[in-house]
T-cell receptor
Framework: AQSVTQLGSHVSVSEGALVLLRCNYSSSVPPYLFWYVQYPNQGLQLLLKYTSAATLVKGINGFEAEFKKSETSFHLTKPSAHMSDAAEYFCAVSDLPGANSKLTFGKGITLSVRP | DTGVSQDPRHKITKRGQNVTFRCDPISEHNRLYWYRQTLGQGPEFLTYFQNEAQLEKSRLLSDRFSAERPKGSFSTLEIQRTEQGDSAMYLC?????????????FGPGTRLTVL
């Protein structure tokens, strides 16, 4: 079975500081990996996805993530945090297309940005 | 509007009552998913439709839960004899299948409170 572990439930950074949100996965097949962001009272929005092409994936709003098979990790980074980045972030894993492609999510990390 | 819509956005009900939620996917999407998200957790898969066929149900979906997608368009999720443990955010997502490499677009969710 596939699973995702997001270490820590809350990360706080200063505006302009580096953002690093950790995600480790477990999968018996080559995984498809995703990062979603959820703002209060809104649905989930896709930030970026890894689908076995380039290991460094660039997403929206200046976020990027690097797939490291040896570490089974897919950590999300942003060089400089902005106040508008405050939200909840979810890492998710999916199986290959052709199956039902359901997503298995981690518990999420709440990102706070201090002025 | 080309996004996924859900109705109602909020529902408060008394224990034992039946509730029904509606999801309208992006019009050309043939896949539709329901997830449940409780406080402090990531979304958990409930069920999946490809067109009008319900192809998978999670064991989280007890006999009190039923979902339909008549004509492969909108979907409904009904909960009978609601319990306090059913209180959660119910999220709907749609995708156009494997050609887009599993990208799911989420609606804003229906928040259910069972008193």
């Amino acid at each position: 079975a596939q699973s995702v572990t997001q270490l820590g439930s809350h990360v706080s950074v200063s505006e302009g500081a580096l953002v690093l949100l950790r995600c480790n996965y477990s999968s018996s097949v080559p995984p498809y990996l995703f990062w979603y962001v959820q703002y209060p009272n809104q649905g989930l929005q896709l930030l970026l996805k890894y689908t076995s092409a380039a290991t460094l994936v660039k997403g929206i709003n200046g976020f990027e993530a690097e797939f490291k098979k040896s570490e089974t990790s897919f950590h999300l980074t942003k060089p400089s945090a902005h106040m508008s980045d405050a939200a909840e972030y979810f890492c998710a894993v999916s199986d290959l297309p052709g199956a039902n492609s359901k997503l298995t999510f981690g518990k999420g990390i709440t990102l706070s940005v201090r002025p | 509007d080309t996004g996924v819509s859900q109705d109602p956005r909020h529902k408060i009900t008394k224990r034992g009552q039946n509730v029904t939620f509606r999801c309208d996917p992006i019009s050309e999407h043939n896949r539709l998913y329901w997830y449940r998200q409780t406080l402090g957790q990531g979304p958990e898969f409930l069920t999946y439709f490809q067109n009008e066929a319900q192809l998978e149900k999670s064991r989280l979906l007890s006999d009190r839960f039923s979902a339909e997608r008549p004509k492969g368009s909108f979907s409904t999720l009904e909960i009978q004899r609601t319990e306090q443990g059913d209180s959660a955010m119910y999220l709907c997502a749609s995708s156009s299948g494997p050609t887009n490499l599993n990208e799911q677009f989420f609606g804003p969710g229906t928040r259910l409170t069972v008193l």
